[in-house]
């Protein structure tokens, strides 16, 4: 036994994880240190105080963080449920349908918003709408968003689908359920965590965008991402730090859940 | 589950909402950053019952170029540059309208009325006029400055420590000055030791920026800046010690105008708007808080000492500064790719 | 997440048989209609002609890719010569990426296997731990980044502070910033397939290996290594790819001075360019890049399995 576990040690390893969680966690908690910092200016130390979460809910920009907020907010809840959507039906029609027509191309469609870059992706989309012709705003916005959240979604619940056998479904359908029944009724139940997790995680990454909203959004239309990025093109301001540690929050708070409920699916099975 | 989908399904509802609700009662400026003061828009709104929402950019070039990709017909008014304004005219991007259309039509200082680049203004209205040139951190720096050798061949100290705009036309407009040349010449060889100028001074620079230029001498990231003027006033007010230059060279002027753009959604509140800002309170507004000059009469009781006693407002009467000139498209072909050269 | 992923059981059953068709129609009509479609619109673009001041005239040409690929002086009249700065722009996307990439592989293999290597709940909050950052706003873990290495931030002072250095070190601005910043941006995606990867691996051959004499450094060359070999390509890949045509780090951390291909692709839209054929034609030339990259990876991948 000690010789085994000498073999999956090796020297210097723990060091290094400690180092990388270091490197991981290192700017996001001095970020957030100086999110209560009490000074005008970012470097200086000024003691600590919550102005600058007040400056964010009540200052003179609050009402364009606000509303580039909700803006953020109402695409994230659209994108998501359309996206986890699309991508339960695609993961039944890919597991659980049998064979069709296209199934390995659908396979490689689905990935393929992961494989173009995303700079890519938002210069396409941006000449896309200019040459339909369509006007820019939060339509395009969301348009974008539920693409690439679509192979998000769709990890999560394809994961959960292939561990839940079919037998229940077949009962089912034995005792004369419709297959749209036994879909309702059997599969969705027992795939409750996948899908909740799918929407967590499409939810996350449409919150997160900045290069493909930053292209494709209208006139007078932010997002959070493009309305910080906007304001630390000019420098860093102390509200940035204290915006980013709320968003900062929002996001564990989501990955959390959603590792929970993951979790959650797995010990009931 | 059922919940989420019915917050999903209300959401999705106000998506389109939102989009549908489109004019009456709003105005969508297009703008430089940081050039207006939020509670001149607030009071705007107020006044009008207008729901004001702003886009912002960072240079003349940026602007034309993302209205000529689509956004034309999405914003009201925007706040391009002299040159500028006579390009989009030509371009037949600005809508017209009857200096009748607007009562404070008359505060327009008489000088800035018949201006080259929009004669009796039916296009535009002046925002505020400043000069481009550059500052240098006193600390780190305490020779002769108003020359353009900083910018272009600058002294040892101060290599790889200098910010230029991001900027084609008042780069270029600059270095012309250095090397004393006419602006959009089409002299071969002058064109070319331009493009060699700029080549020899880019190792120098340090950055490419104009939404930085003042944060840059604040934080100490530069010790020179190419920066407007105003925007060094305000770098000193917030504690960095810097000069303006203004170069033996020559240096730029400019003035800064608000447009009405054509298919204007919102035609009726941009004039507004623009009547607005030509009240002396709401134009001196302007003026305190990006330290510039404007272009309006009957501000003086409205402007702090401050701003009437800066320095940067304040020009010598020698040297005089020059406006950048708009090309012809043979030469301004030359210059994108000096600039295609310079920033690659 | 994925070390939540459910193995695969039962892959292929047909409960909804005939159905199938219906049921991917949304992801084609949502891909097929807003991806697909304007990568082949963006293709067209990239022949057309730019329009004098911003905007395109609908006339086929080849200048967009002959402005990539050949140089013909200030004024267009030169004889062609080979135009190396773009080609330069990509090596150095290429470097800075490759450079990014080695970091990550340095910190994160170690990672990788020590939590691997650890049992049951332990392991899953360490892997926990290491995926959470990917969550956070990439936006704002970059300035994180920015704020950090400033000449006057934190990092600076505190090293200055403690009598480490007298001056501070000049950070911001410059490739290594770069380089820093695209390593934090994507550090997790190397640690997680080499982590799936040595999951799997089978410690008797280790034993097996330590039986016969084999030193440590022996057996992690000859036997481990190859063996985790696909998840150190696929950790390789998932941080390459992204970095290659990263927007942020560049602008934000490099001063945005000298291009990388996103801030180059970026220009064409948002700056003073207003070159869309000419951006669109990077964009292409950055798309067949990566796909033969993936394909690449595909092809080993296969070979690996057959093997």
């Known amino acids: ?269 | ?344 | 997440m994925a070390g939540g992923m459910v193995k695969s059981e039962n892959t292929n059953t047909s409960t909804y048989a005939g159905l199938g068709g219906w049921l991917i129609l949304p992801t084609w009509l949502v891909i097929g209609f807003f991806l697909l479609l304007p990568v082949g619109i963006m293709l067209i673009y990239s022949f057309l002609t730019k329009e004098f001041r911003g905007g395109v005239i609908w006339d086929f040409t080849f200048a967009a890719y002959d402005q990539f690929f050949f140089d013909r002086g200030l004024f267009g009249d030169d004889p062609a010569k080979i135009e190396w700065t773009y080609i330069k722009i990509f090596w150095r996307s290429i470097w800075q990426a490759g450079i990014a990439t080695i970091f990550c592989l340095i910190i994160g293999f170690p990672t990788a296997w020590f939590i691997a290597t650890r049992t049951g709940s332990n392991r899953s909050i360490w892997l926990f731990l290491i995926t959470i950052p990917y969550w956070v706003n990439l936006l704002i873990r970059t300035i994180s980044m920015k704020f950090l290495i400033r000449d006057t931030g934190p990092l600076n002072e505190w090293l200055m502070s403690m009598g480490v250095i007298s001056e501070p070190i000049h950070m911001i601005n410059t490739n290594f910033a770069v380089q820093l910043g695209l390593f934090y941006s994507y550090l997790p995606f190397m640690v997680l397939p080499i982590y799936a990867s040595v999951e799997r691996y089978n410690f008797a051959l280790s034993e097996a290996a330590a039986d016969l004499y084999a030193s440590r450094l022996t057996t992690l060359r000859q036997i481990i290594l190859p063996t985790v070999k696909p998840g150190i390509i696929a950790g390789c890949i998932l941080v390459f790819v992204p970095s290659l045509g990263a927007f942020l780090a560049p602008d934000l951390l490099g001063g945005a001075k000298t291009f990388m291909i996103g801030s180059l692709i970026e220009e064409q839209f948002k700056g003073n360019a207003g070159n869309w054929p000419f951006g669109a034609a990077v964009s292409m030339i950055l798309l067949s890049l990566v796909l033969i990259v993936l394909t690449y990876y595909a092809r080993q991948q296969s070979k690996a399995e057959q093997g």
């Not at chain 1, 959507?85 to 689905?110: E, P, Y």
């Not at chain 2, 084609?168 to 070319?192: F, Y």
Request: proline share 5%; aromatic share 10%.
């Open chain 1, 1 to 269: 036994m000690a010789k085994k576990l000498d073999l999956r040690r090796f020297p210097g390893f723990l060091p290094m994880t400690w180092l990388c969680l270091f490197l991981l966690y290192a700017p996001l908690i001095i970020v957030m240190i100086y999110s209560f910092n009490d000074s005008n200016s970012i470097t200086q130390w000024g003691g600590v105080s919550l102005r600058w979460y007040k400056d964010v809910f009540w200052g003179l920009e609050a009402e364009k963080f606000k509303l580039a907020a909700i803006h953020s907010l109402i695409i994230a809840v659209a994108a998501a449920t359309v996206s986890t959507t699309i991508a339960t039906m695609a993961a039944t029609a890919m597991l659980r349908a049998g064979r069709f027509r296209g199934k390995s191309i659908s396979f490689a469609l689905i990935n393929l918003p992961l494989m173009v870059p995303e700079i890519v992706t938002a210069v396409a989309t941006l000449i896309f709408f200019s040459t339909i012709g369509f006007t820019t705003g939060l339509t395009t916005i969301l348009m974008a968003h539920i693409v690439f959240c679509v192979p998000f979604a769709y990890l999560p619940i394809a994961a959960r689908m292939q561990g839940i056998e079919d037998v229940y479904e077949q009962a089912a359908l034995d005792l004369y359920a419709t297959r749209y029944q036994a879909f309702r009724l059997i599969l969705l139940p027992l795939m409750a965590p996948g899908v909740i997790s799918g929407f967590l995680l499409a939810f996350i990454i449409s919150l997160d965008d900045f290069i493909i909203t930053n292209f494709v959004k209208g006139a007078g239309i932010e997002t959070l991402p493009t309305a910080i990025f906007g304001a630390v093109k000019q420098g860093i301001k102390p509200n940035i730090m204290a915006i980013s540690t709320l968003l900062l929050l929002v996001s564990v708070v989501f990955v959390t859940l959603s590792y929970l409920v993951g979790r959650m699916g797995q010990n009931k099975k």
């Open chain 2, 1 to 344: 589950m059922n919940k989420i989908l019915k917050i999903s399904a209300s959401a999705l509802a106000m998506t389109l909402a939102a989009n549908g609700a489109l004019a009456e009662g709003k105005l969508s400026i297009y703008h430089w950053f940081e050039y207006i003061p939020q509670e001149l828009l607030d009071k705007f709104a107020a006044e009008y019952d207008v729901e004001v929402t702003m886009d912002t950019f960072d240079s003349n070039e940026s602007m034309l170029a993302s209205l000529k990709a689509g956004k034309l017909g999405t914003y009201d008014v925007s706040v391009p540059g002299d040159y500028m304004v006579e390009i989009m005219g030509s371009e037949g991007m600005l809508d017209t309208f009857k200096p009748s259309e607007l009562s404070n039509f008359g505060n327009i200082m008489p000088q800035w009325v018949d201006v080259g680049f929009d004669n009796g203004r039916h296009s535009s209205i002046p925002y505020q006029w400043g000069t481009t040139s550059f500052s240098v951190n006193r600390d780190n720096y305490k020779g002769d400055i108003n020359t353009t050798d900083i910018i272009f061949n600058p002294p040892a100290e101060l290599r790889g420590k200098i910010n230029v705009l991001d900027s084609q036309g008042e780069l270029l407009a600059l270095a012309s000055l250095h090397l004393d040349i006419p602006q959009c010449t089409t002299n071969r060889e002058q064109l070319k030791a331009l493009n060699a100028l700029v080549q020899e001074a880019k190792p120098y620079w340090a950055s490419f920026s104009s939404d930085a230029a003042k944060d840059v001498l604040v934080s100490g990231d530069a010790s020179v800046g190419m920066i407007w003027s105003g925007f060094s006033a305000k770098a000193r007010e917030e504690g960095a010690n810097v000069e303006y230059a203004f170069p033996k060279q020559g240096y730029v002027v400019w003035m800064d105008n608000v447009v009405l753009l054509k298919d204007a959604p919102n035609r009726d509140n941009a004039l507004k708007f623009m009547n607005f800002l030509l009240e002396p309170e709401n134009a001196a507004a302007v003026t305190n808080y990006a330290q510039y000059t404007s272009g309006v009469t009957g501000t003086e009781p409205f402007l702090s000492d401050a701003v009437k006693n800066s320095p940067e407002s304040n020009p010598p009467a020698t040297p005089v500064g020059s406006f950048v000139e708009a090309c012809s498209q043979d030469v301004q072909k030359v210059y994108d790719t000096i600039w295609t050269n310079l920033k690659k």
